[in-house]
């Protein structure tokens, strides 16, 4: 079993910054992938980046430039921050986690609330 634990969203303003942060747990495990996620109200959920295992990421362009994502030497947590934050970046952020290339992302987190307001 696996657990993906995200943590650090809240309320911001226009022009800050935060930092989400995600932890892969449990046993029998294989990372190939990790993933940041999120979904608006009314939206379907998109992807605003990923990493391999190998280190190679995938940056969504609307956030490119103001999103970073990194991970820690243990490559079980996994960062993301964002910065010149803007309104339409409210949503829930989801952490995802996939074992294999081939296969969809398996693993979720519970989600964490971004809100962008003045």
Known sequence: QV???????GLVQPGGSLRLSC????SRFS??????????PGKQRELV?????????NIANSVKGR???????TKTTL?????????EN????YCGLKERPIIPYS?????TQVTVSS
């Open 107 to 111: 693993y979720w987190g519970q989600g």
């Open 3 to 9: 657990q993906v634990v995200e943590s650090g969203g």
């Open 67 to 73: 999103f970073t994502i990194t991970r820690d030497n």
């Open 79 to 87: 960062y993301l921050q964002m910065n010149s934050l803007k309104p």
């Open 49 to 57: 980046a990923t990493i391999t295992i190998g280190g190679i990421t």
């Open 31 to 40: 990372i190939y992938a990790m993933g940041w996620f999120r979904q608006a």
């Open 90 to 93: 409210t949503a829930v952020y």
């Open 23 to 26: 932890a892969a747990s449990g």
